[in-house]
């Protein structure tokens, strides 16, 4: 089973992934701040799946199984700056975005100063 029919199998029943009557990518700005409560509505539905059954944490592999024994592992290396994929080079949006990296660097310590709090909580949670 691929990482997408398990997550459809894991939220079946459950959660329909799109707000009925709704294409997010064809409401104007005002149509999604007059609706924009249904879509979080969704993702607390997603959060509240159980994952007791899964180990790990960060994306599902094609394997269907997460890349990151603990959840300190997951925070450090996502940012890691050799990532590939999606994460790849991302550090050059200092230069070429408004991401500022004091921001982010100031952030990231408390992120890392938090960890201990995080471990072991554990949520199903899609984008």
């Known amino acids: 089973m691929g990482k997408d029919q398990m997550m459809k199998s894991m939220l079946q029943g ?26 979080f509505d969704k993702i607390f539905e997603i959060s509240s799946t159980d994952i007791s059954g899964i180990e790990g944490y960060g994306e599902f592999r094609d394997d269907c199984q997460t890349e990151y024994k603990t959840c300190e ?9 050799d990532r590939e994929g999606y994460w790849y080079h991302w550090r050059e949006m200092f230069d070429t975005t408004v991401l500022e ?27």
Do not use: S, W
Request: aromatic content about 20%; overall charge negative.
């Open 14 to 39: 459950k959660v329909n992934m799109t707000p009925r009557g709704f294409v997010a990518d064809l409401l104007t700005p005002q149509q999604f701040a007059d609706c924009y409560e249904l879509f």
């Open 73 to 81: 592992e997951f925070l450090i290396h996502t940012f890691d700056d």
């Open 101 to 127: 990296r004091e921001f982010f660097e100031k952030y990231f310590g408390e992120m890392k100063a938090r960890i201990d709090y995080c471990e072991g909580h554990r949520y199903l949670v899609n984008n």
